[in-house]
Every structure is written in C-alpha cells, then in structure tokens.
C-alpha cells in the first residue's frame, strides 16, 4: 500500500471533504482485487477525486444490485446482512486500508436516494421510462409507477385529493411535524392515554376530506 500523506488544505479541487481540521489526507493506492488510487483521511473517510472514481463506481454497482428491489424502503430500514455484505464486498475488492465502514455505507444510501428521486422524476414525465436491470421485481417498479401517476395529478391539479372509492388506495401525506407541533402547544404533560393519535387523526380529517 503506497501513502503520500498530505494536508487536507492541499486536498485537489473538487475534492470531497468531510472531515475535521486536525485529519490528514492520504494518497492510497489499494491492494486487494483491484487496484486504485484513493484519497483517504486519518479519520477512514475517503475522498471524491477523479483518481478514485474506479472506487466508487464500485460501490454504486453493488449497492444497485443489493438495495435494488427495496429502493423505496428508507435506509434506515435496509436489512443491516445486505448492509455488511456491501462493506465485506469493498474490503475484498479493494483491501482495508482503514476505511470507515459508515462512510462507505454512506456513500451508498446518498446513491441509492439519488437514484431513487432521479427515477421518480423520470417515470413522472413520461411513465414509459424503461425499468432499469438492477430493480429485477415488477412490484417494486410498480410502485414507482404508481407514485410517478399520483405526482402527475398533482402536478396538473394541485386542488387533487385522493379518494378511497372504488377500493382504491388513498394516500396521505405525513401530518408528524403539524402533529408534534401542536402536542408541543398543548404541552405533553396534559395529553391521556392515546392522546398523540387522537390529535394526529385531527390533522388528518383537518387537511384530507374524502371526496
């Protein structure tokens, strides 16, 4: 393993830093399955240059193979097996110099969610957006489809409210900040038993009438 340590003040141009005053910055060329040459800090956390981009175009491939099919679940719901399988996976690909293992992790939830809003955009201009490989389940790219045409109505009627007849699913939006807002003005200490529920059915019947 080649280290060519550094300032962080000296970090290239375009460079992603994210680490305190006090970590050094290192040029650090793998030695596992595949060689490449990385910036890395003391700290483990490893930095955007153009020299590691072999690196994290690794870590995007996996993380579309192992989170592909549950791209809508948030990632803190993610099963953690597929999580370490993901961080095993770039240790055997590259080595361990001394990654930090949330930042490598992190570096795949910002790209999972990135492509997450990037799909949703796509399939709510035109819902003929041809599924990508990676999401292999039909149901999940359903989904998608389904929230791209409930964002398409919307979007040409912001008056539009989703109805349940016919069996349909409604769907509502989130009521938490409204609700804990006015619990934090009533106070918590005055609320009974089932009080938060009962003030978040209030917020929901308040903005969403069935029509």
Same mark, same amino acid.
């Given at each position: 393993?080649?280290?060519?340590?550094? @300032?962080?003040?000296?970090?290239?141009?375009?460079?992603?830093?994210? +680490?305190?005053? @006090?970590?050094? $910055?290192?040029?650090?060329?793998?030695?596992?399955?595949? !060689?490449?040459?990385?910036?890395? @800090?003391?700290?483990?956390?490893?930095?955007?240059?153009?020299?590691?981009?072999?690196?994290?175009?690794?870590?995007?491939?996996?993380?579309?193979?192992?989170?592909?099919? +549950?791209?809508?679940?948030?990632?803190?719901?993610?099963?953690?097996?597929? %999580?370490? !399988?993901?961080?095993?996976?770039?240790? %055997? *690909?590259?080595?361990?110099?001394?990654?930090?293992?949330?930042?490598?992790?992190?570096?795949?939830?910002?790209?999972?969610?990135?492509?997450?809003?990037?799909?949703?955009?796509?399939? /709510?201009?035109?819902?003929?957006?041809?599924? =990508?490989?990676?999401?292999?389940?039909?149901?999940?790219?359903?989904?998608?489809?389904?929230? &791209?045409?409930?964002?398409?109505? $919307?979007?040409?009627? =912001?008056?539009?409210? =989703?109805? &349940? #007849?016919?069996?349909?699913?409604?769907?509502? #939006?989130? /009521? +938490?900040?409204? @609700?804990?807002?006015? $619990?934090?003005?009533?106070?918590?200490?005055?609320?009974?038993?089932?009080?938060?529920? *009962?003030? #978040?059915?209030?917020? $929901?019947?308040?903005?969403?009438?069935?029509?």
């Amino acid at each position: 393993m080649k280290e060519n340590n550094d @300032t962080v003040a000296n970090v290239p141009i375009g460079a992603s830093i994210s +680490t305190s005053k @006090t970590a050094t $910055v290192s040029s650090v060329t793998t030695r596992g399955m595949q !060689e490449v040459t990385i910036l890395l @800090t003391s700290e483990g956390n490893v930095l955007k240059d153009e020299k590691g981009i072999k690196f994290f175009h690794f870590i995007f491939r996996r993380a579309e193979q192992l989170f592909g099919n +549950t791209i809508q679940v948030d990632w803190r719901k993610q099963a953690n097996n597929k %999580k370490n !399988e993901l961080f095993a996976d770039v240790i %055997k *690909s590259f080595g361990n110099p001394g990654f930090n293992k949330e930042v490598i992790l992190d570096i795949a939830r910002k790209y999972i969610h990135s492509k997450r809003d990037n799909l949703r955009s796509k399939l /709510t201009k035109d819902l003929r957006y041809p599924r =990508p490989a990676w999401i292999t389940d039909q149901l999940v790219w359903d989904e998608l489809m389904k929230d &791209a045409k409930f964002k398409r109505k $919307v979007h040409n009627n =912001p008056n539009y409210r =989703p109805s &349940a #007849r016919s069996g349909g699913k409604r769907r509502l #939006r989130d /009521t +938490t900040k409204a @609700t804990q807002a006015r $619990v934090s003005s009533i106070g918590s200490h005055k609320l009974g038993s089932g009080g938060y529920n *009962s003030i #978040r059915g209030g917020m $929901v019947s308040k903005y969403f009438c069935l029509y």
